[in-house]
């Protein structure tokens, strides 16, 4: 009888329960994995790979557990690495100097190919072609049950060291708090004017959440996007998708961040605006068959021909950890840590504005008041709590229906992830860039921005029968930041 209740206890402890997130994310009607393209400066030596995954899989109890066949729990289970590293036969004559459409068309056949459920919820790929920014790639695939974007840059700084110290580990940005509701030119001042302010910002703060909360119940229910050009139909999800990156300067969004006195979210929101604007408004422009003749020499048009009264949503996530920033990986494992491993992320659903403007520095104006509005919601944190109500009163199956079913009424998502300060290396493998994306999800474009080394990676995964050019996107959202730091430089506020 002892002996039963010690089988009985080990077998609890091998068992966990999912996170609300991770419940919706693994269920085959959502099924969401990330995709992540990390570009490396030399070859990648895969006995190198393999080693190190043999000495440190079982550090991380997700990545060495495999689902219950009811999808709610992770059951720890041998891991035999070889399984997950896949290093394809690559003819390098054959493809000759198309190392980079290898890369993309590799990645696309990965969309159709399912995980193993039988085993860990992820795999390996090395591809050992040279692109025009980097040696070789590896891919690294999973099922977002796994882990949010927070948690998966802390495994990576935990896998890493810094290329100029070998010895040091990688280093993120400091811990973040939240910031404070009263501003600091408040903190200052008398009792009943911070009260004043405490009154007045708590009743916007419930305004804000029931028109929010209506709204993402009018979402769920009924309330759709535009169809435009970058609207998806609703079985996109089931298309393959491919991936394209772009290197900006995170040194030339700072310069703006601090000019228009915001933060590099609301540049990076702005970025997005502006660019979506020009290529809707192209797109709308071949639709009508007009010719060209008010084309400019940078491919950007003086007329708009984006109909009036566009809805155009973005799904954008949320960390709700209380301590926002980066944790060594080991305290992110504990129990009740405040900036614990998993997913614990909402969303935010933000209403962009597409038109053209004639002054670039309104896109960021216009995105620093939809930031401010929506920072002032607790939007994102009841969206989390009726996912949990849901799950356990009527099941998964409604919860990931309901999930999907405001993903597939708004357009895009888009994703903002903080990386690497300086360059870093795995076992000797210096890393060029990171560019992570995902598939699975209902709309037929998503947008990440990855911070890393002093640079930020724009990328895009699309549905190509839907957007065929997403390299044109990636274009204007260059020339947007070029042409909002020049106009900047011109009135003299940089």
């Known amino acids: 009888m002892h002996i039963g209740k010690g089988r009985m206890k080990n077998k609890e402890e091998e068992?966990?329960?999912?996170?609300?997130?991770?419940?919706?994310?693994?269920?085959?009607?959502?099924?969401?994995?990330?995709?992540?393209?990390?570009?490396?400066?030399?070859?990648?030596?895969?006995?190198?790979?393999?080693?190190?995954?043999?000495?440190?899989?079982?550090?991380?109890?997700?990545?060495?557990?495999?689902?219950?066949?009811?999808?709610?729990?992770?059951?720890?289970?041998?891991?035999?690495?070889?399984?997950?590293?896949?290093?394809?036969?690559?003819?390098?004559?054959?493809?000759?100097?198309?190392?980079?459409?290898?890369?993309?068309?590799?990645?696309?056949?990965?969309?159709?190919?399912?995980?193993?459920?039988?085993?860990?919820?992820?795999?390996?790929?090395i591809l050992n072609v040279k692109t025009a920014d980097a040696e070789a790639v590896g891919v690294i695939r999973f099922n977002h049950a796994l882990a949010d974007g927070m948690s998966f840059i802390s495994l990576v700084l935990a896998c890493t060291h810094k290329t100029s110290n070998p010895d040091m580990l990688s280093t993120a940005t400091p811990l973040v708090k939240r910031r404070t509701t009263v501003p600091h030119s408040l903190e200052k001042t008398g009792w009943f004017v911070r009260v004043i302010f405490t009154i007045g910002s708590t009743m916007r703060l419930l305004w804000n959440t029931i028109v929010d909360v209506f709204l993402l119940a009018a979402t769920v229910l009924f309330l759709k996007d535009t169809m435009t050009p970058l609207k998806g139909n609703a079985n996109v999800r089931r298309n393959p998708r491919r991936f394209y990156h772009r290197t900006i300067s995170l040194d030339d969004i700072k310069l703006i961040k601090n000019a228009m006195n915001m933060t590099i979210n609301d540049v990076l929101l702005g970025i997005t605006q502006a660019a979506l604007s020009s290529y809707m408004n192209r797109q709308y422009l071949v639709s009508q068959e007009q010719d060209k003749n008010d084309e400019l020499e940078d491919g950007s048009l003086l007329t708009s021909y984006l109909?009036?009264?566009?809805?155009?949503?973005?799904?954008?996530?949320?960390?709700?950890?209380?301590?926002?920033?980066?944790?060594?990986?080991?305290?992110?494992?504990?129990?009740?840590?405040?900036?614990?491993?998993?997913?614990?992320?909402?969303?935010?659903?933000?209403?962009?504005?597409?038109?053209?403007?004639?002054?670039?520095?309104?896109?960021?104006?216009?995105?620093?008041?939809?930031?401010?509005?929506?920072?002032?919601?607790?939007?994102?944190?009841?969206?989390?709590?009726?996912?949990?109500?849901?799950?356990?009163?009527?099941?998964?199956?409604?919860?990931?229906?309901?999930?999907?079913?405001?993903?597939?009424?708004?357009?895009?998502?888009?994703?903002?992830?903080?990386?690497?300060?300086?360059?870093?290396s795995f076992r000797g493998h210096p890393i060029a860039y990171i560019s992570p994306s995902s598939y699975g999800h209902s709309q037929a474009s998503l947008i990440h921005y990855t911070s890393y080394a002093g640079e930020v990676t724009i990328t895009i995964g699309v549905d190509p029968t839907v957007i065929p050019d997403p390299h044109k996107i990636c274009d204007d959202m260059e020339k947007s930041l070029k042409t909002m730091k020049a106009v900047l430089w011109e009135r003299r506020l940089l």
Not at 375 to 394: G, M, P, R
Request: a neutral charge; glycine letters at 4%; charged letters at 25%.
């Open 15 to 125: 068992e966990e329960p999912l996170s609300p997130m991770a419940r919706v994310f693994q269920s085959p009607d959502i099924d969401i994995c990330p995709i992540v393209n990390i570009g490396f400066k030399t070859k990648i030596n895969p006995d190198v790979v393999l080693d190190a995954l043999r000495h440190n899989v079982y550090k991380y109890p997700r990545f060495s557990s495999k689902l219950s066949e009811n999808g709610a729990k992770w059951i720890k289970t041998e891991v035999n690495v070889e399984d997950h590293v896949i290093v394809p036969y690559i003819d390098l004559e054959e493809i000759c100097e198309s190392g980079q459409s290898f890369v993309d068309d590799y990645c696309s056949r990965l969309t159709m190919t399912p995980l193993d459920r039988s085993r860990p919820l992820w795999d390996i790929h």
């Open 307 to 424: 109909p009036d009264g566009i809805r155009f949503r973005a799904g954008c996530t949320v960390n709700l950890r209380s301590d926002i920033g980066f944790k060594p990986l080991a305290e992110m494992m504990v129990k009740d840590s405040k900036c614990r491993w998993g997913n614990y992320f909402s969303f935010l659903i933000l209403p962009l504005s597409i038109g053209l403007e004639t002054d670039p520095l309104v896109y960021l104006e216009k995105s620093k008041a939809i930031m401010a509005r929506k920072k002032h919601s607790y939007q994102a944190a009841l969206a989390y709590f009726f996912i949990k109500i849901i799950l356990k009163v009527l099941g998964a199956k409604a919860a990931s229906l309901a999930f999907n079913q405001h993903l597939k009424n708004i357009t895009t998502c888009v994703s903002n992830v903080m990386g690497p300060m300086e360059e870093i």
